[in-house]
């Protein structure tokens, strides 16, 4: 139930998308809940960057509502490069509420402090979303990339209501949809920032990519960062 505004036109430094439920401006940071079943591991993830698309949005974490808006490097906006044969980002790529990756936090496993962000996403399912649209996804896998010198978690996992949702349970699911798929995913974020003269990302545990059980510990910790950082949520 919750609505997707735009203000303003894209690729412009005042372009933002605020969401709203019943009319009311919320945050997609802050005000939308992390789990829809925690229960059975269904969790709502909020659409920044539909799959295909090049222009590189975020919410923003300081202003007020948190709306989504295009990233800016020295004054311009901020864009991805085609690489490994595919336009933009190759997924639905977008965050999950009500996480946070603290910088003042070092992560035992990583040896990296946070990047001072909400919990990355990756949706897999075949259909574009649109920016700001809010659904409930699977998380299914986790990879750590160490993003100049920060963890950036990113948890790979499926919209909840794909079609073939139900048969996608486990990192062995994936591989048998789509062989070859998670080596993609490690290999894009490996090589996204070459193009514009940056080095290769690297990742910690290796580039090894973890499955469900470490994923939800990742979402966990985020939650509890959140929680530490932003006050509980209410229920």
């Known amino acids: 139930s919750y609505t997707a505004v735009p203000v303003g036109e894209p690729a412009t430094l005042e372009y933002r998308v605020f969401i709203e439920r019943d ?124 993003d100049e010198g920060e963890t950036d978690w990113k948890i790979i996992g499926i919209n909840a209501n794909a079609p073939n949702a139900k048969e996608i349970n486990t990192i062995e699911d994936i591989e048998k949809w789509r062989p070859g798929y998670l080596k993609n995913v490690h290999d894009w974020f490996r090589d996204y920032k070459v193009p514009d003269g940056k080095p290769q990302n690297t990742f910690a545990f290796g580039g090894e990519i973890r499955g469900q059980d470490y994923a939800l510990k990742v979402i966990e910790e985020g939650s509890n960062q959140f929680n530490n950082k932003f006050g509980k949520p209410a229920q």
């Open 23 to 146: 009319g009311k401006r919320v945050s997609p940071f802050k005000d939308i809940p992390l789990w829809h079943d925690k229960e059975n591991h269904i969790a709502n993830f909020v659409c920044e960057i539909p799959k295909n698309s090049n222009a590189k949005l975020e919410v923003s974490v300081t202003e007020e509502s948190n709306p989504i808006k295009q990233d800016v490097k020295n004054g311009k906006l901020r864009y991805v490069a085609d690489v490994h044969g595919n336009t933009g980002y190759p997924w639905n790529y977008g965050l999950l509420p009500q996480t946070f990756e603290d910088p003042s936090i070092k992560n035992e496993d990583t040896g990296f402090f946070g990047d001072k962000d909400p919990v990355d996403f990756v949706e897999i399912s075949e259909h574009p979303l649109k920016t700001g649209d809010v659904l409930q996804v699977k998380p299914l896998a986790v990879l750590a990339m160490i």
